[in-house]
């Protein structure tokens, strides 16, 4: 049963990916400023309802008074596709994320990316990815978007943990902007690699800011990863 409601859901969140994707490239041009992310917004909310429907997996949002109203760089763990789906919704304003440049060759939602100005990097150039993050991560930030980081670079399993890289942190230092941490356990109940998601709730929590003045870069990497690693430790790391 679990493998069918998946299998379902698969079937929404393709469609729902090549819909908004393609009507979202056609129709861009002539939306007003930042209406692009009222698509991207709309697509995440759907599915989350469609794994509520079909998969039984809610989510607990703890900390959103945290959420600041000005920019800042959003540092995330990173478990699964969910939090690439739920997050875009779950904080809002506009975001350019941080990813790797080959996702914009994947038809359908590597055509929509383009309007979200996303920082898309080579992970081989080493230092001159890590410099791109900073000049551009600048200019998104100050023109009023959010930069979103996930610091491990790839997802990991639940219970392991990668060592955090320093790009985020660097632009943190450069820009002076704060880091919103994020820590969640979806993980737990949607892994790598396997279409099956099972029921439950996921708890998403977002930490008081981590202000970056006065702070090199690898403080606030090390402020960041603590946060986020030990409150990732105190979630549920099994299912019901």
């Given amino acids: 049963m679990i493998l069918l409601r998946s299998i379902l859901y698969f079937i929404l969140l393709l469609t729902s990916t090549i819909l908004f994707s393609t009507v979202g490239t056609l129709v861009a041009w002539a939306l007003p400023k930042d209406g692009i992310y009222w698509i991207d917004h709309s ?80 992970r081989k150039s080493g230092r001159k990815a890590v410099e791109q993050i900073i000049d551009q991560g600048k200019e998104r930030l100050e023109s009023g978007k959010n930069v979103f980081v996930f610091p491990e670079g790839t997802r990991v399993a639940p219970g392991t943990r990668k060592r955090y890289g320093i790009g985020g942190a660097l632009l943190a230092e450069r820009s002076g902007y704060p880091v919103l941490p994020v820590a969640h356990n979806a993980g737990v109940f949607w892994r790598r690699r396997d279409i099956r998601k099972y029921p439950g709730t996921i708890d998403v929590r977002i930490g008081p800011l981590i202000e970056s003045k006065d702070l090199t870069a690898a403080e606030i990497n090390k402020a960041a990863e603590d946060w986020i690693e030990s409150t990732v430790e105190s979630l549920p790391q099994h299912r019901n």
């Avoid at 995440?44 to 469609?50: A, E, I, T, V």
């Fill in 43 to 122: 697509w995440s909310r759907l599915n989350l309802w469609g794994l509520r429907f079909f998969c039984g997996l809610k989510y607990r949002l703890e900390g959103g008074e945290n959420i600041p109203r000005g920019s800042c760089i959003i540092f995330a763990k990173h478990q699964s596709a969910w939090e690439t789906i739920a997050l875009i919704s779950l904080i809002p304003g506009p975001k350019a994320w941080v990813l790797k440049r080959e996702l914009l060759y994947l038809p359908f939602m590597g055509w929509i990316m383009y309007y979200f100005k996303p920082i898309a990097i080579d």
